[in-house]
């Protein structure tokens, strides 16, 4: 495959969400922030037990760690040499937890960290990493966690993956059927889904087709 073409876009905060500007300057929110629409019965009830403050403290030590592990797991796969260097422990263990997934199940990077958008979805985001793994070409998505996932908690994740999907096929013409989560776990063995574009797509557009009146209600009025 011919080297792709690297888009850099403008981004905007409204309402402390993210939205890119396309270089034709439509405006459209991220993946996260449509996703981040979606009501977690079981979020909202653990926000409850544990206090907001505390909450918001979790939730900024789970963005922190995650933001590291990423930026680990981009510079080993771009074989920089001190992919480890100042990083923490925590962050060093996940991403050793993981290490042997990516020895042996990814090959032939395309991209990582790449900007897409969508005219067809209206939405645009960052993609982690499209590569072939265990030989097929995917959308591949790492992330972190304090304990282990149940499928069902992480429906969000596959949606994420697949609009991903359709818009780097959208953009460079090349489908990939495949999403892969690796979800590295604190003090337990490392979580692999693999899904289907085909079959989280709609979930998606059923998220951003709803998306407008949940976040801009009085746009209409």
Aim: glycine residues 2%; aromatic residues 12%; proline residues 5%.
């Amino acid at each position: 495959m011919n080297q792709l073409e690297k888009f850099k876009l403008d981004t905007i905060n409204i309402n402390n969400k993210r939205f890119y500007i396309t270089p034709q300057g439509d405006t459209y929110p991220s993946v996260t922030t449509v996703l981040g629409t979606i009501k977690s019965e079981g979020l909202e009830k653990w926000k409850a037990r544990v206090g907001e403050f505390e909450a918001q403290k979790i939730k900024q030590k789970a963005v922190k760690r995650g933001s590291e592990f990423h930026y680990i797991c981009e510079d080993y796969l771009d074989k920089r040499p001190n992919y480890l260097r100042n990083r923490m422990p925590t962050t060093k263990a996940l991403f050793n937890s993981i290490k042997p997934i990516l020895d042996n199940s990814i090959s032939n990077v395309l991209v990582q960290e790449y900007v897409l958008w969508s005219d067809y979805l209206k939405t645009a985001g960052r993609v982690d990493l499209v590569a072939y793994y265990d030989k097929k070409l995917s959308i591949i998505d790492f992330k972190s966690a304090s304990k282990p996932k149940k499928p069902e908690w992480v429906h969000s994740y596959f949606m994420q993956e697949a609009a991903y999907a359709v818009m780097f096929e959208e953009r460079t013409k090349v489908s990939i059927p495949q999403l892969v989560t690796i979800i590295a776990v604190e003090n337990d063995n490392p979580q692999v889904f693999i899904e289907s574009r085909d079959d989280w797509i709609h979930k998606f557009i059923n998220v951003r087709d709803t998306f407008d009146d949940v976040f801009f209600p009085n746009k209409n009025s």
